[in-house]
């Protein structure tokens, strides 16, 4: 493990020698282009408030900050993606030391299992699912759970992207809510 005082610790199999230059570079140039602009997004707010348009002045500040902030995470994404991407190609994927992907302490859900590929009755219903189906499917293991017990999920048609992530919600919730993920 590699770490400073306080920070995440890194793996050495990360290989952040290889991939962290670019990542300071992105970060840096985005960061200088936003310090560019500020000069310009602060006059033209002036400009707006000296006329009395503060809720004009307010919206265009807050359209400039979602649109960095969009920007800022498609960037996140696209770096994300190639170096996944070159990690996989050339040095491979390692498998996680542990099966526990997440924990919530002292709900229904204590943790969040990734699919064993070693396991052939899971192998088995994966592969059933994934001939049900083209879209993207995921299914419990069980069909109901007690609270504390470990989850057990099944997938198929998953896209692999960097971001994708699995949401917990409340039976009968709304599609647009998640207790945990």
Known sequence: ????????????????????????EALIGFEAK???????????????????????????????????????LDMGKALLGGIEARTRAVYGLRRPETE????????????IIIQ??????????????????????????????EAGETIEIIFANARGNATDWVGLAPKGAPSDTFDAW
């Open 100 to 111: 526990t992907m997440q924990e919530v302490n002292d709900t229904a859900v204590t943790a």
């Open 116 to 145: 064993d590929f070693e396991n052939p009755e899971l192998a088995r219903r994966a592969n059933e699912l994934d001939s049900r189906t083209s879209d993207p499917a995921i299914e419990t293991i069980q069909s109901e759970y």
């Open 34 to 72: 936003a310090i560019d602009e500020q000069q310009k997004v602060e006059e033209i707010a002036s400009l707006l408030i000296a006329n009395d348009r503060e809720a004009l002045a307010h919206e265009y500040l807050t359209d400039y900050t979602a649109r960095v902030a969009r920007d800022a």
């Open 1 to 24: 493990m590699v770490g400073r005082g306080g920070e995440t610790p890194i793996e050495k199999d990360d290989r952040p020698d290889i991939f962290l230059p670019e990542v300071n």
